[in-house]
């Protein structure tokens, strides 16, 4: 009993150590339960996030990508639908059935299947990307295990008709590059989404929102004359010998580009074929050159507006000037005598151009090419133009014979794109439209029309109705090789030796040619320009003015242009009946 005693005194004298323990121990779990479910939140985030992975996915959604068309809706690029194809092997009941399944649809070693679908991995990756068809016949399978990805593509069906102006896209989200799919890549991209995806098999995926959807877009192409462009510039450059060549039509009223065509041409559908990357640009906005004797319009246009010259000015023309210390000379060393403005331009004089840029004088002369639009971007809704080169007084490198030189395009650069622009503010009676490619945007709203902008009135009425007569006899005299019968042309055409490091080219295929020319000329109504590289021919009226004639020959029918005669008499007609009905 003595002994008992003594071990329940221990025992009372230890208790309240242990009572004590035990309730700070208690208090412990309480306090650390709280401060996990009330305090640091970024411990329970942490472990939702953890638990959140094994559950499900992010993965980004991109939007459908709006379609592009011609302006009569005829489609240029719309979008296919191909899969990226996968399995889970541990939701998987027969992996050799699965195995013989999918070979046979796949056309793959069904034994690399099998390996995949018994793994001991979560997810295991099988082929991609895969055509619709087969994405559709995998998913007709109707199997748990299978993880079927859709892949959007785009795709044109007219191949490499307008490739250049059209552009492409470079990754499986559809980001657009080059031409209308870069300029235009957040209007057609539409919203990317970023979804959350369940990796529980047996969960629904969420709905994917139908306001994603990109815009589509009706360009100002004509697909016919589209055709046709391409289609006769390609016969011209192979005729001619040429290195390369471009071509554009364009409406001088309101802008339009009906057809912009390069040769060699691209495919948008297997640009990651083309191994020069060059081959990629668009060589009518993202490459200039030395337009040569065709900026001669613009110098006599700029003479008349700042009244240098009259219509009827001439001088003595002797075969050559020195200008800033450089000697201008007339093609083949010509001397002209007393000549007039006419001739200047029928005969391409170059000394000329140098003498009515130096009545003009330098302020004057630069004041005028940059109005025309040289040395500066059109703002066409095409991705990467090109502004050109157009040194002026005070620039480096700038000397006072680059005023002679630039008057007939040399020592300066533009693209195809900037003279056609030019010659059609000539066209429409002095005022410069803004080139344009997108007509229309098409959204959830209904159509979106693009408003034709003027850039900037560059000459008088009265200016360009004197430059177009004269445009009209050099086609007459001068280039008689793009006259097309029942219409009046106005145009001029090119030469400019290619210029090297040091000096100028000699010799064949030292030369860009060149022609521009509108009509019909009272009442112009399309504007055509073709450039060819390096033909065997030397001179833009024996290479460039007849491809003018053959384009034009069509054009008047695609766009419906009767011959002069047939629209004097309409108008007389509509003239005739207006006044005896008032």
């Given amino acids: 009993m003595q002994g008992l005693s003594s071990q329940q005194t221990t025992i ?37 996030r953890r638990g959140s992975a094994i559950t499900s996915s992010t993965r980004r959604i991109p939007a459908e990508r709006g379609l592009i068309y011609d302006r009569d ?42 390996r995949r679908a018994t793994s001991e991995n979560l997810w295991e990756f099988i082929a991609g990307p895969i055509s619709s068809d087969q994405g559709q016949a995998i ?23 307008a490739g250049h102006v059209i552009g492409f896209v470079v990754d499986e989200e559809l980001k657009g590059a080059m031409g209308v ?39 100002t192409l004509d697909r016919d004359v589209q055709f046709w462009v391409e289609s006769e510039l390609e016969r011209a450059v192979l005729e001619s010998g040429a290195f390369r060549g471009s071509a554009i039509v364009m409406d001088p009223r309101n802008g339009d580009i009906l057809a912009m065509a390069n040769d060699p041409s691209l495919d948008p559908n297997t640009f990651l074929e083309v191994e020069d990357p060059n081959l990629l640009l668009n060589p009518a906005i993202n490459e200039d050159f030395e337009p040569g004797s065709i900026v ?42 007393a000549i007039d403005v006419s001739q200047i331009l029928v005969r391409s004089v170059n000394v000329g151009a140098a003498t009515i840029a130096l009545e003009m004088g330098m302020d004057n002369f630069y ?62 009676n002095g005022i410069m439209r803004q080139p344009r490619i997108v007509r229309q945007a098409i959204t959830e709203d209904g159509a979106q029309d693009a408003q034709a902008i003027t850039i900037r009135r560059v000459i008088s009425e009265e200016t360009a109705n004197i430059v177009t007569d004269l445009l009209v006899q050099s086609v007459t005299e001068g280039a008689p090789e793009a006259q097309l019968p029942g219409y009046t042309i106005a145009g001029k055409a090119g030469t400019a030796r290619i210029a090297t490091a040091l000096d100028y080219e000699v010799g064949r295929n030292s030369s860009i040619v060149t022609f521009i020319g509108f009509l019909p000329a009272d009442d112009p109504q399309v504007v055509v320009m073709v450039k060819l590289d390096r033909p065997d021919d030397y001179y833009g009226f024996e290479v460039a003015a007849p491809v003018f004639r053959r384009l034009a020959d069509r054009l008047v029918i695609l766009l419906e242009i009767p011959v002069d005669e047939v629209r004097h008499n309409l108008a007389r007609s509509t003239r005739n009946t207006g006044s005896v009905g008032s």
């Fill in 12 to 48: 009372h004298s230890r208790l309240p150590f242990v009572i004590i323990f035990l309730i700070v121990m208690a208090g412990y779990l309480v306090i650390n339960l709280a401060n996990f479910q009330f305090f640091p939140r970024s411990v329970r985030q942490e472990m939702e």
């Fill in 73 to 114: 809706g005829e489609p240029l690029a719309f979008n296919a639908l191909q899969y990226r194809v996968g399995v889970s092997p541990s939701l998987v009941a027969d992996a050799l059935g699965l195995s013989r399944k999918l070979a046979l649809i796949l056309d793959i070693d069904e034994f690399d299947i099998h």
């Fill in 139 to 161: 998913a007709a399978l109707d199997e748990i295990s299978i993880d079927l990805e859709k892949i959007p593509k785009r795709f044109y069906p007219q191949g490499p008709l």
């Fill in 181 to 219: 799919e870069g300029a235009y890549n957040d209007t057609l991209a539409g919203r990317v989404l970023d979804l959350s995806i369940s990796n529980v098999p047996i969960d629904l995926p969420e709905d994917i929102p139908t306001d994603q959807r990109g815009q589509d877009i009706l360009l």
């Fill in 296 to 337: 001669q319009a613009l110098t006599v246009a700029a003479g008349l507006e700042t009244a240098a010259i009259t219509p009827y000015w001439t001088y003595n023309d002797e075969g050559n000037l020195d200008v800033g210390g450089y000697k201008i000379w007339n093609r083949h060393f010509q001397t002209h005598g």
């Fill in 367 to 428: 004041g005028m090419m940059r109005a025309f639009g040289l040395g500066q971007i059109t703002g066409v809704d095409l991705f990467a133009e090109e502004s050109g080169e157009l040194k002026v007084p005070g620039d480096s490198n700038w000397s006072e014979s680059y005023l002679g030189l630039n008057s007939y395009g040399q020592r300066m650069k533009a693209t195809p794109l900037q003279m056609i622009t030019a010659f059609a503010a000539i066209a429409n």
